[in-house]
């Protein structure tokens, strides 16, 4: 019949430990799912690119859409700016982390990306959290335990229409904008 683990040698008996031990480790329930993402250390960002300002009749073109202003850079930056003079670039932040987040190949850096997004913009007392309702918090919570370049899609999606609704028409009619299509 069966001799029970005295019959086992040690070095069994010592790796069954360590795998035990292991085991463990990794059945303990994390206290946020965002603790599943393991952080990685985050390369120097690029200097900026010298921004060209747009014709008048190019930054006329703005107030067709949104899109019009976030694709193109001098307006982007501009648009950010509005933003900050109004406290509110944590939108923008975000936006764009998120484009940056879908570019994003390596699985290593979109955990670190992912993580970092939601610690300073989705998680509730983060630094720059934005204003999204709690169930698009839930669904983005749940969206980085298997990690897409869709992960941030709906918050993004929801700060999106929150500019284009709110800051947007202020935006275009601001002093910074008014001097650019002069």
Known sequence: MCKGLAALPQTCLERAKEIKTKLGTLLQKPENAIDLIIPYPEKPEKKPEKLQKPTPEEASQWRESLDRVLNNSYGLATFRNFLRSEFSDENIEFWEACEDFKKTK??????????????????TGGPKEVNIDHFTKEVTLRNLVELSPATFDLAQSRIYTLMEKDSFGRFLRSEQYQELIK
């Open 106 to 123: 390596s699985p290593l850096k979109m955990g670190t990306k992912a993580k970092k997004i939601y610690e300073d913009f989705i998680q």
